[in-house]
């Protein structure tokens, strides 16, 4: 059992912008946003984080449902210019890392949480999944939010978040099933 007063204390020493608790059930799955990765996404069918990879909509859905409880955390970062990509992107490793401490404190505890993050992964030079090999760092990789068909802006907006707070501010989201 997590101690989510513990957790909470730690959280609060984390530069997270927010951190809600959220029902998995409240998450809007959809088949529109497996399309969008197909045909707008140059990651689709390169790494084990993507799909088709992650697997069909409804298996991923099905995961995601058969936790009780996910910690949606968020980040925000101001950039110079947001149109920029390169200066955008580059806020995203900060993320991960933040990702990868609230998954370690709940770890920590002796929950294994099962954690959707940003884009595709970038751990190894090479995805394996190019060379039709397994994982080679399935506790370390995250698949990422939309590769569940996940419509996060919903939920965000019920919590009260908006993607961009500032003309250069750049929002970035996880999930962690537990
Ligand atoms: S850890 Fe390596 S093999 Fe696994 S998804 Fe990431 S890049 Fe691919």
Redesign the pocket.
Known sequence: MMDLEKLEGDLAALPLYGYFFIDPKELEFSQRVRHICKTECPMYGT???CPPGVGAVEDCQAKCLSFENCLMIVTVTEVADIADIQETLATRPDHEQITDQVRDLMRAQGVEPYVLSTEA????PR???LDGQP????E??HPCVESHGIVLIPTAERYGIGFQYGQNVVTWFSLLFF
């Open positions: 790494t084990w984080a992964c970038h751990i190894c995805c394996a999944y994982c080679r760092e399935p370390r990789m």
